[in-house]
Protein backbone atom coordinates (compact mmCIF):
# COMPACT_ATOMS: atom_id res chain seq x y z
CA UNK A 1 0.00 0.00 0.00
CA UNK A 2 3.04 2.53 1.11
CA UNK A 3 4.82 1.09 -1.84
CA UNK A 4 2.13 2.05 -3.99
CA UNK A 5 1.64 5.58 -2.83
CA UNK A 6 5.27 6.05 -3.37
CA UNK A 7 5.51 4.92 -6.68
CA UNK A 8 2.49 6.75 -7.46
CA UNK A 9 4.15 10.11 -6.31
CA UNK A 10 6.70 9.91 -7.67
CA UNK A 11 5.58 9.08 -11.13
CA UNK A 12 3.13 12.15 -10.59
CA UNK A 13 5.90 14.68 -10.08
CA UNK A 14 7.99 13.25 -12.48
CA UNK A 15 4.78 14.18 -15.17
CA UNK A 16 4.76 17.39 -13.66
CA UNK A 17 7.74 18.19 -14.20
CA UNK A 18 8.62 17.15 -17.34
CA UNK A 19 5.56 19.18 -18.15
CA UNK A 20 7.09 22.74 -16.08
CA UNK A 21 10.24 21.35 -18.24
CA UNK A 22 8.69 21.48 -21.18
CA UNK A 23 6.79 24.83 -21.03
CA UNK A 24 10.17 26.27 -20.17
CA UNK A 25 11.50 25.24 -23.23
CA UNK A 26 8.61 26.41 -25.30
CA UNK A 27 8.76 30.11 -23.74
CA UNK A 28 12.29 30.55 -24.14
CA UNK A 29 12.14 29.68 -27.45
CA UNK A 30 8.83 32.02 -28.25
CA UNK A 31 6.79 29.22 -29.23
CA UNK A 32 3.55 30.64 -27.79
CA UNK A 33 4.18 34.14 -29.34
CA UNK A 34 1.72 33.81 -32.01
CA UNK A 35 -0.99 33.43 -29.32
CA UNK A 36 0.16 36.99 -28.60
CA UNK A 37 1.25 38.37 -32.08
CA UNK A 38 -2.17 37.10 -33.73
CA UNK A 39 -4.35 37.38 -30.83
CA UNK A 40 -7.95 37.83 -33.31
CA UNK A 41 -7.07 35.20 -34.65
CA UNK A 42 -6.09 32.76 -32.18
CA UNK A 43 -9.72 33.78 -30.14
CA UNK A 44 -11.38 33.12 -33.58
CA UNK A 45 -9.87 29.27 -33.80
CA UNK A 46 -10.85 28.91 -30.29
CA UNK A 47 -14.36 29.67 -31.02
CA UNK A 48 -14.92 28.03 -33.93
CA UNK A 49 -13.45 24.92 -31.94
CA UNK A 50 -15.68 25.13 -29.52
CA UNK A 51 -18.51 25.37 -31.31
CA UNK A 52 -17.51 22.70 -33.13
CA UNK A 53 -17.37 20.56 -29.65
CA UNK A 54 -20.42 22.09 -28.54
CA UNK A 55 -22.75 21.31 -31.41
CA UNK A 56 -21.07 18.28 -31.89
CA UNK A 57 -21.57 17.08 -28.55
CA UNK A 58 -25.09 18.50 -27.85
CA UNK A 59 -26.42 16.75 -30.95
CA UNK A 60 -24.77 13.83 -29.88
CA UNK A 61 -26.32 13.68 -25.87
CA UNK A 62 -29.64 13.99 -27.85
CA UNK A 63 -29.84 11.31 -29.33
CA UNK A 64 -27.17 8.92 -27.22
CA UNK A 65 -29.09 9.07 -24.07
CA UNK A 66 -32.25 9.25 -25.04
CA UNK A 67 -31.69 6.11 -27.18
CA UNK A 68 -29.84 4.23 -24.53
CA UNK A 69 -32.56 4.55 -22.24
CA UNK A 70 -34.82 3.64 -25.22
CA UNK A 71 -33.33 0.33 -25.95
CA UNK A 72 -33.47 -0.86 -22.18
CA UNK A 73 -37.33 -0.42 -22.51
CA UNK A 74 -38.40 -4.25 -22.11
CA UNK A 75 -40.72 -3.89 -25.46
CA UNK A 76 -37.34 -2.53 -26.80
CA UNK A 77 -35.02 -5.04 -26.02
CA UNK A 78 -34.70 -7.04 -29.05
CA UNK A 79 -33.61 -3.64 -30.94
CA UNK A 80 -31.00 -3.53 -29.05
CA UNK A 81 -28.20 -5.57 -30.18
CA UNK A 82 -29.07 -3.92 -33.65
CA UNK A 83 -28.46 -0.15 -32.22
CA UNK A 84 -25.52 -1.09 -30.31
CA UNK A 85 -23.98 -2.82 -33.79
CA UNK A 86 -25.16 0.22 -35.85
CA UNK A 87 -23.68 2.05 -33.10
CA UNK A 88 -20.32 0.31 -33.12
CA UNK A 89 -19.79 0.32 -36.81
CA UNK A 90 -19.43 4.38 -36.50
CA UNK A 91 -16.67 3.52 -34.14
CA UNK A 92 -14.55 1.35 -36.03
CA UNK A 93 -14.74 3.62 -39.23
CA UNK A 94 -10.97 5.45 -38.49
CA UNK A 95 -11.96 9.07 -38.12
CA UNK A 96 -10.08 10.43 -41.20
CA UNK A 97 -12.32 7.96 -43.36
CA UNK A 98 -15.45 9.19 -42.09
CA UNK A 99 -14.19 12.81 -42.69
CA UNK A 100 -13.84 11.94 -46.22
CA UNK A 101 -16.83 10.06 -46.33
CA UNK A 102 -18.26 12.69 -45.12
CA UNK A 103 -17.29 15.62 -47.83
CA UNK A 104 -18.22 13.46 -50.40
CA UNK A 105 -22.02 13.82 -49.08
CA UNK A 106 -22.06 17.09 -47.59
CA UNK A 107 -19.17 18.78 -49.06
CA UNK A 108 -16.99 20.84 -46.84
CA UNK A 109 -17.32 23.26 -44.29
CA UNK A 110 -18.26 23.73 -40.92
CA UNK A 111 -21.41 20.79 -40.84
CA UNK A 112 -19.32 18.30 -42.37
CA UNK A 113 -17.07 18.48 -39.05
CA UNK A 114 -20.08 18.63 -36.89
CA UNK A 115 -21.50 15.94 -38.32
CA UNK A 116 -18.07 13.56 -38.62
CA UNK A 117 -17.69 14.67 -34.75
CA UNK A 118 -21.24 13.94 -33.91
CA UNK A 119 -21.04 10.20 -34.89
CA UNK A 120 -17.84 9.43 -33.06
CA UNK A 121 -19.15 11.06 -29.72
CA UNK A 122 -22.09 9.08 -29.83
CA UNK A 123 -20.52 5.16 -28.87
CA UNK A 124 -19.70 6.19 -25.32
CA UNK A 125 -22.44 7.77 -24.56
CA UNK A 126 -25.14 5.22 -25.75
CA UNK A 127 -22.58 2.76 -24.38
CA UNK A 128 -22.43 4.39 -21.26
CA UNK A 129 -26.17 4.51 -20.68
CA UNK A 130 -26.72 1.47 -21.73
CA UNK A 131 -24.20 -0.30 -19.49
CA UNK A 132 -25.48 1.98 -16.37
CA UNK A 133 -29.04 1.27 -16.47
CA UNK A 134 -28.34 -2.53 -17.39
CA UNK A 135 -25.98 -2.44 -14.27
CA UNK A 136 -28.71 -1.89 -11.90
CA UNK A 137 -29.84 -4.84 -9.96
CA UNK A 138 -32.67 -6.51 -10.95
CA UNK A 139 -33.98 -7.15 -7.33
CA UNK A 140 -34.33 -2.95 -7.09
CA UNK A 141 -36.46 -2.84 -10.20
CA UNK A 142 -38.84 -5.87 -8.72
CA UNK A 143 -38.88 -4.05 -5.34
CA UNK A 144 -40.30 -0.65 -7.13
CA UNK A 145 -42.82 -2.49 -9.13
CA UNK A 146 -43.90 -4.10 -6.71
CA UNK A 147 -43.98 -1.38 -4.22
CA UNK A 148 -46.42 0.12 -7.08
CA UNK A 149 -43.88 2.58 -9.22
CA UNK A 150 -45.01 3.51 -12.71
CA UNK A 151 -42.16 2.48 -15.41
CA UNK A 152 -42.05 6.60 -15.58
CA UNK A 153 -41.29 6.52 -12.20
CA UNK A 154 -38.33 3.78 -11.85
CA UNK A 155 -36.98 5.02 -14.67
CA UNK A 156 -36.57 8.67 -13.10
CA UNK A 157 -36.58 8.19 -9.06
CA UNK A 158 -34.43 4.42 -9.53
CA UNK A 159 -33.15 3.96 -12.88
CA UNK A 160 -31.35 7.10 -14.11
CA UNK A 161 -30.08 8.34 -10.36
CA UNK A 162 -28.60 4.70 -10.04
CA UNK A 163 -27.19 5.29 -13.61
CA UNK A 164 -25.89 8.61 -13.49
CA UNK A 165 -22.18 8.26 -12.64
CA UNK A 166 -21.94 5.73 -15.61
CA UNK A 167 -23.69 7.83 -18.19
CA UNK A 168 -22.11 11.34 -16.67
CA UNK A 169 -18.68 9.23 -17.30
CA UNK A 170 -19.89 8.39 -21.10
CA UNK A 171 -20.39 11.87 -21.64
CA UNK A 172 -17.25 13.46 -20.53
CA UNK A 173 -14.98 10.79 -22.12
CA UNK A 174 -17.02 11.67 -25.16
CA UNK A 175 -16.50 15.12 -25.09
CA UNK A 176 -13.19 15.26 -24.43
CA UNK A 177 -12.34 12.84 -27.11
CA UNK A 178 -14.35 15.16 -29.00
CA UNK A 179 -12.16 18.26 -27.82
CA UNK A 180 -9.24 16.64 -29.55
CA UNK A 181 -10.86 14.86 -32.53
CA UNK A 182 -11.66 18.39 -33.49
CA UNK A 183 -8.52 19.46 -34.29
CA UNK A 184 -8.80 17.23 -37.16
CA UNK A 185 -11.86 19.73 -38.78
CA UNK A 186 -8.93 21.61 -40.48
CA UNK A 187 -8.62 18.61 -42.76
CA UNK A 188 -12.37 19.57 -44.16
CA UNK A 189 -12.23 22.90 -43.67
CA UNK A 190 -14.26 23.31 -40.59
CA UNK A 191 -12.34 25.88 -38.90
CA UNK A 192 -10.67 25.72 -35.25
CA UNK A 193 -7.36 25.17 -33.62
CA UNK A 194 -6.64 22.40 -36.10
CA UNK A 195 -6.18 25.04 -38.29
CA UNK A 196 -2.72 26.45 -36.53
CA UNK A 197 -1.43 22.35 -35.57
CA UNK A 198 -1.39 21.23 -39.75
CA UNK A 199 -0.39 24.59 -40.55
CA UNK A 200 2.82 24.45 -37.80
CA UNK A 201 3.41 20.79 -39.68
CA UNK A 202 3.28 21.97 -42.86
CA UNK A 203 5.57 24.44 -42.43
CA UNK A 204 7.80 22.96 -39.47
CA UNK A 205 7.04 25.82 -37.28
CA UNK A 206 6.91 24.62 -34.13
CA UNK A 207 5.65 28.04 -33.37
CA UNK A 208 2.52 27.86 -34.80
CA UNK A 209 2.21 23.70 -33.76
CA UNK A 210 2.55 24.64 -30.15
CA UNK A 211 0.37 27.74 -29.55
CA UNK A 212 -2.20 25.01 -31.00
CA UNK A 213 -1.49 22.02 -29.82
CA UNK A 214 -1.13 22.95 -26.21
CA UNK A 215 -4.30 24.83 -26.03
CA UNK A 216 -6.03 22.07 -27.48
CA UNK A 217 -4.60 20.19 -24.96
CA UNK A 218 -5.16 23.02 -21.87
CA UNK A 219 -8.90 22.75 -23.33
CA UNK A 220 -9.18 18.85 -22.90
CA UNK A 221 -8.28 18.97 -19.33
CA UNK A 222 -10.64 21.92 -17.84
CA UNK A 223 -13.43 20.53 -19.34
CA UNK A 224 -12.52 16.89 -17.90
CA UNK A 225 -11.79 19.00 -14.55
CA UNK A 226 -15.51 20.85 -15.24
CA UNK A 227 -17.36 17.78 -15.81
CA UNK A 228 -15.96 15.43 -13.16
CA UNK A 229 -17.21 18.94 -10.85
CA UNK A 230 -20.49 18.48 -12.64
CA UNK A 231 -20.39 14.56 -12.01
CA UNK A 232 -20.36 14.92 -8.16
CA UNK A 233 -23.37 17.55 -7.96
CA UNK A 234 -25.07 15.52 -10.38
CA UNK A 235 -24.72 11.83 -9.23
CA UNK A 236 -26.84 11.21 -5.59
CA UNK A 237 -24.13 10.77 -2.88
CA UNK A 238 -25.83 7.06 -2.24
CA UNK A 239 -24.65 5.79 -5.66
CA UNK A 240 -20.78 7.06 -6.36
CA UNK A 241 -18.63 4.36 -6.49
CA UNK A 242 -16.93 4.04 -2.97
CA UNK A 243 -13.25 5.30 -3.96
CA UNK A 244 -15.09 8.81 -4.69
CA UNK A 245 -16.94 9.12 -1.20
CA UNK B 1 -58.33 -11.84 3.69
CA UNK B 2 -56.59 -13.28 1.08
CA UNK B 3 -58.66 -16.46 -1.02
CA UNK B 4 -56.57 -18.24 -3.38
CA UNK B 5 -59.34 -19.80 -5.48
CA UNK B 6 -58.34 -22.53 -8.07
CA UNK B 7 -55.26 -20.20 -8.76
CA UNK B 8 -53.14 -21.87 -11.49
CA UNK B 9 -49.76 -20.56 -13.52
CA UNK B 10 -48.61 -21.96 -16.96
CA UNK B 11 -45.63 -20.21 -18.47
CA UNK B 12 -45.43 -20.13 -22.18
CA UNK B 13 -44.32 -23.77 -23.48
CA UNK B 14 -46.72 -26.08 -21.10
CA UNK B 15 -44.59 -25.15 -17.36
CA UNK B 16 -47.19 -25.44 -14.79
CA UNK B 17 -45.59 -23.78 -12.08
CA UNK B 18 -48.80 -23.67 -9.46
CA UNK B 19 -51.36 -25.97 -10.24
CA UNK B 20 -54.94 -25.22 -9.06
CA UNK B 21 -54.07 -24.08 -5.16
CA UNK B 22 -57.05 -23.26 -3.11
CA UNK B 23 -56.73 -21.48 0.63
CA UNK B 24 -57.63 -19.01 2.36
CA UNK B 25 -55.10 -16.36 4.52
CA UNK B 26 -57.03 -15.45 7.16
CA UNK B 27 -57.39 -11.94 8.53
CA UNK B 28 -54.13 -10.95 10.98
CA UNK B 29 -52.59 -14.81 10.24
CA UNK B 30 -49.16 -15.21 9.33
CA UNK B 31 -49.16 -17.72 6.19
CA UNK B 32 -45.87 -19.55 4.82
CA UNK B 33 -45.44 -20.65 1.84
CA UNK B 34 -42.71 -23.40 2.18
CA UNK B 35 -41.15 -25.76 0.26
CA UNK B 36 -38.28 -27.13 -1.81
CA UNK B 37 -37.29 -25.01 -4.63
CA UNK B 38 -38.60 -24.79 -7.52
CA UNK B 39 -42.04 -25.84 -5.72
CA UNK B 40 -43.80 -22.34 -7.14
CA UNK B 41 -43.89 -20.73 -3.59
CA UNK B 42 -42.26 -17.08 -4.91
CA UNK B 43 -44.34 -17.14 -7.93
CA UNK B 44 -47.56 -17.60 -5.83
CA UNK B 45 -46.66 -14.75 -4.02
CA UNK B 46 -46.14 -12.72 -6.89
CA UNK B 47 -49.44 -13.75 -8.22
CA UNK B 48 -50.79 -11.78 -5.40
CA UNK B 49 -49.83 -7.97 -6.45
CA UNK B 50 -49.55 -9.57 -10.23
CA UNK B 51 -46.04 -9.37 -10.57
CA UNK B 52 -46.97 -12.72 -12.58
CA UNK B 53 -50.00 -13.11 -14.26
CA UNK B 54 -52.75 -15.25 -13.22
CA UNK B 55 -53.33 -17.99 -16.04
CA UNK B 56 -56.29 -19.70 -14.02
CA UNK B 57 -58.19 -18.97 -10.99
CA UNK B 58 -58.22 -16.23 -9.32
CA UNK B 59 -57.15 -14.57 -6.01
CA UNK B 60 -59.36 -12.26 -3.78
CA UNK B 61 -57.92 -9.57 -1.66
CA UNK B 62 -60.93 -9.00 0.86
CA UNK B 63 -63.49 -10.59 -1.52
CA UNK B 64 -62.17 -8.27 -4.71
CA UNK B 65 -61.02 -10.30 -7.51
CA UNK B 66 -57.09 -8.77 -7.88
CA UNK B 67 -57.63 -8.23 -11.43
CA UNK B 68 -60.30 -6.17 -11.03
CA UNK B 69 -57.96 -3.77 -9.14
CA UNK B 70 -55.91 -1.32 -10.59
CA UNK B 71 -52.26 -2.76 -10.78
CA UNK B 72 -50.64 -0.06 -9.44
CA UNK B 73 -53.30 1.31 -6.79
CA UNK B 74 -53.43 -2.67 -5.76
CA UNK B 75 -49.73 -2.76 -5.66
CA UNK B 76 -49.49 0.39 -3.55
CA UNK B 77 -51.85 -1.34 -0.74
CA UNK B 78 -49.92 -3.98 -0.82
CA UNK B 79 -46.18 -4.13 1.30
CA UNK B 80 -43.53 -5.96 -0.22
CA UNK B 81 -40.40 -7.07 1.48
CA UNK B 82 -37.49 -9.13 -0.65
CA UNK B 83 -34.90 -10.71 -0.03
CA UNK B 84 -31.86 -8.68 -0.60
CA UNK B 85 -33.97 -5.66 0.95
CA UNK B 86 -34.43 -3.70 -2.42
CA UNK B 87 -33.44 -0.59 -0.70
CA UNK B 88 -32.44 2.35 -3.48
CA UNK B 89 -29.00 2.96 -3.09
CA UNK B 90 -29.80 6.43 -3.80
CA UNK B 91 -32.00 7.60 -1.25
CA UNK B 92 -31.68 7.82 2.14
CA UNK B 93 -33.05 6.13 4.64
CA UNK B 94 -35.89 8.22 5.15
CA UNK B 95 -36.73 8.41 1.64
CA UNK B 96 -36.80 4.79 1.33
CA UNK B 97 -38.69 4.06 3.81
CA UNK B 98 -41.43 6.79 3.14
CA UNK B 99 -41.41 5.64 -0.91
CA UNK B 100 -45.09 4.67 -0.99
CA UNK B 101 -46.57 7.42 1.33
CA UNK B 102 -44.59 9.40 -0.77
CA UNK B 103 -45.95 7.83 -4.07
CA UNK B 104 -49.82 8.14 -2.57
CA UNK B 105 -49.42 11.57 -2.26
CA UNK B 106 -48.82 12.05 1.83
CA UNK B 107 -47.32 15.89 2.76
CA UNK B 108 -44.02 15.97 4.49
CA UNK B 109 -45.29 16.52 8.05
CA UNK B 110 -47.33 12.85 7.90
CA UNK B 111 -44.01 11.15 6.02
CA UNK B 112 -41.77 12.45 9.00
CA UNK B 113 -43.99 11.35 11.54
CA UNK B 114 -44.30 8.05 9.97
CA UNK B 115 -40.97 7.60 9.46
CA UNK B 116 -40.15 7.91 13.13
CA UNK B 117 -42.69 6.05 14.44
CA UNK B 118 -41.60 3.19 12.12
CA UNK B 119 -37.92 3.80 13.09
CA UNK B 120 -39.45 3.85 16.97
CA UNK B 121 -41.04 -0.15 16.15
CA UNK B 122 -37.35 -1.60 15.28
CA UNK B 123 -35.54 0.45 18.08
CA UNK B 124 -33.27 2.06 15.37
CA UNK B 125 -33.10 6.51 15.70
CA UNK B 126 -34.52 8.44 12.94
CA UNK B 127 -32.40 11.05 13.63
CA UNK B 128 -29.58 9.56 13.17
CA UNK B 129 -30.09 6.69 10.25
CA UNK B 130 -33.05 9.05 8.52
CA UNK B 131 -29.89 11.09 6.51
CA UNK B 132 -28.03 8.18 6.08
CA UNK B 133 -28.05 5.56 2.80
CA UNK B 134 -28.30 2.13 2.58
CA UNK B 135 -25.22 0.74 1.87
CA UNK B 136 -23.63 2.93 5.18
CA UNK B 137 -26.02 0.36 7.18
CA UNK B 138 -25.48 -3.60 8.32
CA UNK B 139 -27.18 -5.89 6.85
CA UNK B 140 -29.26 -6.54 9.56
CA UNK B 141 -30.55 -3.16 9.91
CA UNK B 142 -30.91 -2.67 6.09
CA UNK B 143 -33.26 -5.79 6.41
CA UNK B 144 -35.32 -4.17 8.91
CA UNK B 145 -35.24 -1.16 7.12
CA UNK B 146 -36.91 -3.13 4.16
CA UNK B 147 -39.28 -4.44 6.58
CA UNK B 148 -40.56 -0.88 8.24
CA UNK B 149 -40.08 0.12 3.88
CA UNK B 150 -43.60 -2.30 3.66
CA UNK B 151 -45.23 -1.12 6.37
CA UNK B 152 -44.59 2.13 5.81
CA UNK B 153 -48.34 3.42 4.48
CA UNK B 154 -50.01 0.56 6.77
CA UNK B 155 -51.06 -1.79 4.21
CA UNK B 156 -53.71 -4.38 5.01
CA UNK B 157 -51.77 -7.23 3.16
CA UNK B 158 -48.13 -7.74 3.16
CA UNK B 159 -45.81 -10.33 0.68
CA UNK B 160 -42.86 -11.13 1.98
CA UNK B 161 -40.37 -13.09 0.14
CA UNK B 162 -37.83 -15.24 1.86
CA UNK B 163 -37.34 -11.86 4.00
CA UNK B 164 -34.24 -12.75 6.30
CA UNK B 165 -33.43 -15.41 4.20
CA UNK B 166 -29.63 -13.73 3.37
CA UNK B 167 -28.71 -13.00 6.80
CA UNK B 168 -26.39 -14.84 9.64
CA UNK B 169 -28.57 -17.48 11.90
CA UNK B 170 -27.79 -15.03 14.82
CA UNK B 171 -29.28 -11.63 13.40
CA UNK B 172 -31.75 -13.71 11.40
CA UNK B 173 -33.32 -15.19 14.97
CA UNK B 174 -33.16 -11.95 16.67
CA UNK B 175 -35.02 -10.21 13.83
CA UNK B 176 -37.86 -12.76 13.22
CA UNK B 177 -38.54 -12.49 17.18
CA UNK B 178 -38.64 -8.54 16.71
CA UNK B 179 -40.89 -8.98 13.56
CA UNK B 180 -43.63 -11.68 15.47
CA UNK B 181 -43.68 -8.38 18.11
CA UNK B 182 -44.33 -6.16 15.47
CA UNK B 183 -47.03 -8.42 14.05
CA UNK B 184 -48.43 -8.40 17.21
CA UNK B 185 -49.28 -4.39 17.30
CA UNK B 186 -49.82 -4.33 13.78
CA UNK B 187 -51.91 -7.27 12.88
CA UNK B 188 -51.35 -7.74 9.14
CA UNK B 189 -52.61 -10.69 6.61
CA UNK B 190 -48.77 -11.54 5.36
CA UNK B 191 -47.70 -14.70 3.10
CA UNK B 192 -44.52 -15.15 3.97
CA UNK B 193 -42.02 -17.55 1.44
CA UNK B 194 -39.96 -19.50 3.01
CA UNK B 195 -37.30 -22.56 2.64
CA UNK B 196 -36.19 -23.28 6.10
CA UNK B 197 -38.76 -25.45 8.02
CA UNK B 198 -37.49 -24.08 11.74
CA UNK B 199 -38.53 -20.44 10.19
CA UNK B 200 -42.11 -21.81 8.84
CA UNK B 201 -42.87 -23.16 12.26
CA UNK B 202 -41.58 -20.58 14.43
CA UNK B 203 -43.36 -17.13 12.02
CA UNK B 204 -46.31 -19.19 10.82
CA UNK B 205 -50.17 -19.16 11.79
CA UNK B 206 -50.70 -21.63 9.29
CA UNK B 207 -47.97 -23.32 6.83
CA UNK B 208 -49.06 -24.03 2.69
CA UNK B 209 -46.33 -26.81 1.75
CA UNK B 210 -46.62 -26.74 -1.78
CA UNK B 211 -44.59 -29.70 -3.98
CA UNK B 212 -44.46 -28.99 -8.30
CA UNK B 213 -46.84 -26.00 -7.49
CA UNK B 214 -49.57 -28.41 -5.70
CA UNK B 215 -50.82 -27.91 -2.64
CA UNK B 216 -49.21 -30.61 0.16
CA UNK B 217 -51.17 -29.75 3.00
CA UNK B 218 -52.16 -26.60 4.97
CA UNK B 219 -52.73 -26.51 8.48
CA UNK B 220 -51.26 -25.36 11.40
CA UNK B 221 -47.46 -25.79 12.34
CA UNK B 222 -48.03 -28.48 15.09
CA UNK B 223 -50.91 -30.32 12.98
CA UNK B 224 -48.40 -30.44 9.78
CA UNK B 225 -45.73 -32.17 12.15
CA UNK B 226 -48.08 -34.60 14.19
CA UNK B 227 -50.52 -35.07 11.98
CA UNK B 228 -48.90 -34.94 7.91
CA UNK B 229 -51.11 -35.90 5.37
CA UNK B 230 -49.34 -38.04 3.67
CA UNK B 231 -45.56 -39.21 2.75
CA UNK B 232 -43.95 -36.23 1.29
CA UNK B 233 -45.01 -34.14 4.32
CA UNK B 234 -43.49 -36.34 6.41
CA UNK B 235 -40.05 -36.73 5.04
CA UNK B 236 -40.26 -32.86 3.81
CA UNK B 237 -40.30 -32.19 7.71
CA UNK B 238 -37.87 -34.67 8.95
CA UNK B 239 -36.83 -37.44 11.15
CA UNK B 240 -37.05 -35.10 14.08
CA UNK B 241 -40.76 -33.45 13.24
CA UNK B 242 -41.42 -34.50 16.93
CA UNK B 243 -38.67 -32.78 18.58
CA UNK B 244 -39.63 -29.72 16.24
CA UNK B 245 -43.28 -29.78 16.91
CA UNK B 246 -42.17 -28.91 21.14
CA UNK B 247 -40.37 -25.65 19.60
CA UNK B 248 -44.27 -24.84 19.40
CA UNK B 249 -44.78 -25.49 22.99
CA UNK B 250 -43.71 -24.09 26.39
CA UNK B 251 -43.47 -25.77 29.70
CA UNK B 252 -46.88 -23.43 30.47
CA UNK B 253 -48.81 -25.56 27.91
CA UNK B 254 -47.22 -28.75 29.65
CA UNK B 255 -48.17 -26.92 33.12
CA UNK B 256 -51.75 -26.73 31.77
CA UNK B 257 -52.05 -29.75 30.28
CA UNK B 258 -50.61 -32.76 32.69
CA UNK B 259 -48.77 -30.06 35.41
CA UNK B 260 -45.16 -30.75 36.77
CA UNK B 261 -43.51 -33.06 38.78
CA UNK B 262 -42.71 -31.64 42.33
CA UNK B 263 -39.29 -29.95 43.25
CA UNK B 264 -37.02 -31.54 45.99
CA UNK B 265 -35.40 -29.18 48.41
CA UNK B 266 -32.96 -31.97 49.43
CA UNK B 267 -31.06 -32.31 45.90
CA UNK B 268 -27.98 -29.12 45.37
CA UNK B 269 -27.90 -29.73 41.90
CA UNK B 270 -30.22 -27.67 40.61
CA UNK B 271 -30.91 -25.60 37.48
CA UNK B 272 -33.89 -23.15 37.09
CA UNK B 273 -35.96 -22.50 34.01
CA UNK B 274 -38.82 -19.53 32.86
CA UNK B 275 -42.11 -21.25 32.40
CA UNK B 276 -42.27 -19.25 29.29
CA UNK B 277 -39.88 -21.69 27.97
CA UNK B 278 -40.28 -23.76 24.90
CA UNK B 279 -39.80 -27.61 25.40
CA UNK B 280 -37.33 -28.04 22.73
CA UNK B 281 -35.01 -26.06 23.77
CA UNK B 282 -35.95 -27.67 27.65
CA UNK B 283 -35.60 -30.97 27.06
CA UNK B 284 -31.96 -30.24 25.33
CA UNK B 285 -31.32 -29.19 28.64
CA UNK B 286 -32.84 -31.96 30.15
CA UNK B 287 -30.85 -34.81 27.77
CA UNK B 288 -27.60 -32.28 28.67
CA UNK B 289 -27.95 -33.76 31.86
CA UNK B 290 -26.85 -29.64 33.15
CA UNK B 291 -28.22 -30.53 36.44
CA UNK B 292 -29.59 -33.53 38.59
CA UNK B 293 -33.29 -31.77 38.77
CA UNK B 294 -34.71 -29.12 36.44
CA UNK B 295 -37.01 -26.26 38.74
CA UNK B 296 -39.72 -24.58 36.88
CA UNK B 297 -40.45 -21.14 37.84
CA UNK B 298 -42.71 -18.18 36.90
CA UNK B 299 -41.43 -14.59 35.72
CA UNK B 300 -41.37 -13.28 39.50
CA UNK B 301 -39.28 -16.38 40.56
CA UNK B 302 -41.63 -18.40 41.92
CA UNK B 303 -40.99 -22.30 41.98
CA UNK B 304 -43.81 -23.75 40.18
CA UNK B 305 -42.67 -27.66 40.16
CA UNK B 306 -40.10 -29.61 38.50
CA UNK B 307 -39.52 -31.00 34.73
CA UNK B 308 -38.37 -34.53 33.84
CA UNK B 309 -37.78 -36.25 30.49
CA UNK B 310 -40.29 -38.53 31.75
CA UNK B 311 -42.90 -35.59 31.71
CA UNK B 312 -42.14 -34.29 28.24
CA UNK B 313 -42.50 -37.61 27.01
CA UNK B 314 -45.89 -38.12 28.28
CA UNK B 315 -46.94 -34.68 26.73
CA UNK B 316 -45.60 -35.73 23.54
CA UNK B 317 -47.59 -39.01 24.09
CA UNK B 318 -50.58 -36.95 24.67
CA UNK B 319 -49.70 -34.60 21.15
CA UNK B 320 -48.70 -37.22 19.02
CA UNK B 321 -51.27 -39.49 19.47
CA UNK B 322 -54.12 -37.36 21.46
CA UNK B 323 -53.94 -39.34 23.96
CA UNK B 324 -56.18 -38.23 26.92
CA UNK B 325 -53.61 -36.72 29.38
CA UNK B 326 -52.02 -38.37 31.90
CA UNK B 327 -52.49 -37.47 35.61
CA UNK B 328 -49.09 -36.86 37.76
CA UNK B 329 -49.15 -38.26 40.90
CA UNK B 330 -48.59 -35.86 43.41
CA UNK B 331 -49.52 -33.00 41.83
Not at chain 1, 222 to 228: E, I
Request: aromatic letters at 8%; hydrophobic letters at 45%; charged letters at 20%.
Amino acid sequence: MNKKKVISLVVRYSVYGLVALFFFWAIRNHYFDYIFTESSTFWHLIKQHLQLVLVSSVLALLIAIPGGILVTRKSFRRAEWVVSNTVNLGQTIPSLAVLALMISILGIGFKTAVFALFIYSLLPMYRNTVAGIDSIDENLIDAARGMGMKPVQILFRIELPNAAYSILAGVRTAIVLNIGTAALAYVVGGGGLGVWIFTGIQLFDNGYLISGAIPVTLLAIFVDYLLRLLERLIVPEGSKPPQEM
Amino acid sequence: MITFDKTTKTYEGNVTAVKGVDFTVEKGEIVVLLGPSGCGKTTLLRMVNRLESISEGKITIDGQDSMSLNQTALRRKIGYVIQSNGLFPNMTIEENTMIVPDLLGWSKKEKKERFHKLMEMIGLSGEKFGKRYPHELSGGQQQRIGVIRALAADPPVMLMDEPFGALDPIIREKIQDEFLQIQKEVKKTILFVSHDIDEAIKMADKIVLLRGGELMQYDTPSEMLVRPKNEFVREFFGKDRAIKSLSLHTIEDLRDMIGLAEFDDAIADTKTINVNHDLRNTLSMLLNQEADQVIVSDDDGNKLGAITIDIVQQYLHYEIKAKPAPVLEGV
